[in-house]
């Protein structure tokens, strides 16, 4: 069955340059979401979108801004990079909205290293 | 292997074993919650999730319980194998607005030995 696919799956940069990860969901899928996991820690999010629309915002710093377009997939832009944003980046994705929340599938990650 | 009641961050168990691994949530409005075992430098991965209409839910060779009045879930692995070793982590999700979010526990780093 096809997956999330994120690109690229690894990524280094210097301090103050930008970076740009893309998502690609689940065929189908309608829902994106973008998460930050540092080293030994749980997955924090950062933003979501429905149908190309934000849809939440979690612990996303000003520096970063992600789009959905209109084929579904996602971009998160990383603006001004700091040491502290080496971190791996996950998007995940969700299918079709009921009144139930539904599940979220993982992409592979981007591993960012910021030097 | 197993921690009863209590989340550690860390659980060693016998291949061929059983695993308990343990996950107090924090929201009573959340209504489903999930499983996601996640290796080294991949992507949490889904293996059960459980809606909050239901107390019990069997997967193959896992098994979720929830128990609502103490906000407990707790993930069943049978017969552990050496590729379960992995970070688990329980995920539960709530209202939001009119939306939902995903709140994620903190995970079980499992090590099985041979």
């Known amino acids: 069955a096809a997956g999330v696919i994120q690109s690229p799956r690894h990524l280094i940069k210097e301090k103050r340059e930008t970076a740009t990860l893309k998502c690609y969901p689940i065929?189908?899928?309608?829902?994106v979401y973008w998460y930050q996991q540092g080293p030994g820690q749980d997955p924090q999010f950062l933003i979501s979108f429905y149908e190309k629309m934000q849809s939440d915002k979690g612990s996303i710093p000003d520096r970063f801004s992600a789009q959905q377009f209109s084929d579904y997939h996602s971009e998160l832009n990383m603006s001004s990079l700091e040491l502290g944003d080496s971190a791996l980046y996950f998007c995940?994705?969700?299918?079709?909205?009921?009144?139930?929340?539904?599940?979220?599938?993982f992409g592979p990650g981007t591993r960012l290293t910021v030097l | 292997g197993e921690s009863v009641g209590l989340h550690l961050p860390t659980l060693s168990v016998q291949e061929g074993d059983n695993s308990i691994i343990n996950c107090a949530y924090s929201?009573?409005?959340?209504?489903?919650f999930i499983w996601y075992k996640q290796e080294s430098g991949k992507g949490p991965q889904f293996i059960i999730d459980i809606r909050s209409n239901m107390d019990k839910r069997q997967g193959q060779r896992v098994t979720v319980l929830l128990n609502k009045t103490v906000k407990h879930l707790s993930l069943q692995i049978a017969a552990t194998q050496p590729g379960d070793s992995a970070v688990y982590f329980c995920?539960?999700?709530?209202?939001?607005?009119?939306?939902?979010?995903?709140?994620f526990g903190a995970g079980t780093t499992v090590t099985v030995r041979a």
């Open positions: 929201n009573s409005a959340s209504d489903y």
């Open positions: 995940a994705s969700s299918g079709l909205r009921g009144d139930y929340p539904d599940t979220q599938y």
């Open positions: 065929p189908r899928h309608d829902t």
């Open positions: 995920a539960e999700n709530y209202p939001w607005g009119n939306d939902y979010k995903l709140s």
